[in-house]
């Protein structure tokens, strides 16, 4: 295990900076407009690491002929291979479309055909008004996971707390997938996170990272619900993403509450407010969310009734936002107009 993380690290590293190389002789990057959060030329598309982890991974993991029963029922990387070709579909359209945008519609339509490819063994006994609801959770969580590129080191800083504690719970309290895929995914973010979480950063993620890294946490969050013993009859295990699934959330309940297009890009997140109007420093956000986010996740370990801490946490978010906003208008730090 250690040989191959070893070898992991540098192979990613090696992937990573020669990416770095391509995109700089392409003049692949990220020009700041009026909806940016930064104020230079940076590089783009450096998430592309991250599918190339997962192709790591599957290539190279020690477990000899892990390509040949990964998709074993009982195994405990069982349906990795279809959340493999999930992402490569998504990988391929959202780095075409970092490249040149593409119609929004083709987007909304790769990121069904990918949850619909990746996660068809475990949605194929559930009714269709099911299979309709969870295609629309899941792609509802690829894109507010797509939101957290817009700022220096959130996508490392959350992504990390997020699969940190998956890692945690797979190694001390119970498995529920295999923990070199999970170690290889944090390798992966600790190496954009080296380029990107700093006060000017290196690299964004671009869509292609952002994008998949949501699947591969809704993959994830798919695992660890598989192992538990509800079978599937609550959806407490949002709580691992809860902190910025709620600032999305909230954030397009509100532009739709206020006449807003919620489809049309713009810069109106809490995160995005406290470093545009309030001037908080990038690198102190993105480690608030995700300190918060591990602080939940404990608790949500530590408790029993995990339904009921989840409402609380969920309404104790909703009423800090609500506050936070509240706050700003009245003092005219932000409008509504």
């Not at 991250?50 to 290539?59: D, G, T």
């Not at 194929?124 to 959770?137: E, F, G, K, Y």
């Not at 869509?207 to 959806?235: C, E, F, H, K, W």
Request: charge should be neutral; include cysteine.
């Amino acid at each position: 295990m250690a040989i191959y993380l070893i070898i992991t690290f540098i192979a990613l590293t090696v992937y990573e900076l020669l990416y770095f190389a391509l995109a700089k002789r392409l003049h692949i990057v990220d020009r700041p407009n009026e909806r940016s959060s930064h104020h230079r030329v940076v590089l783009l598309g450096a998430g592309i690491i991250f599918i190339l982890a997962l192709l790591h991974y599957a290539l190279f993991n020690p477990d000899n002929g892990i390509l040949l029963h990964l998709a074993a029922r009982n195994h405990p990387g069982a349906g990795f291979i279809p959340f493999l070709c999930g992402a490569l579909l998504l990988a391929v359209v959202s780095y075409a479309d970092d490249l040149r945008p593409l119609p929004s519609w083709l987007r909304l339509l790769a990121q069904f055909g990918a949850i619909v490819l990746a996660f068809h063994t475990s949605i194929s006994t559930l009714h269709a008004w099911q299979i309709i609801l969870l295609v629309i959770v899941f792609a509802a969580i690829l894109n507010v996971y797509n939101f957290m590129d817009g700022i220096n080191g959130m996508l490392a800083a959350y992504s990390f707390a997020v699969v940190g504690a998956f890692l945690a719970i797979n190694l001390f309290i119970h498995p529920f997938t295999d923990t070199l895929l999970l170690a290889t995914i944090l390798l992966a973010i600790l190496i954009f996170g080296f380029f990107n979480f700093r006060t000017h950063a290196r690299c964004f993620s671009g869509d292609v990272g952002s994008i998949v890294m949501g699947l591969t946490v809704v993959y994830l969050l798919v695992r660890y619900d598989a192992s538990l013993p509800d079978q599937g009859q609550n959806v407490s295990f949002l709580c691992f993403i809860i902190v910025f699934l709620a600032d999305g959330l909230l954030t397009i309940a509100k532009r739709f509450l206020t006449g807003r297009n919620i489809l049309e890009a713009h810069r109106e997140h809490l995160y995005e407010t406290l470093v545009n109007d309030l001037h908080v420093p990038h690198l102190l956000v993105a480690a608030a969310y995700a300190l918060l986010q591990v602080a939940i996740t404990a608790g949500y370990l530590a408790v029993a009734d995990k339904n009921l801490y989840t409402f609380v946490v969920a309404l104790c978010l909703v009423v800090a936002y609500g506050l936070f906003f509240n706050y700003c208008r009245r003092r005219g730090i932000i409008t509504d107009k």
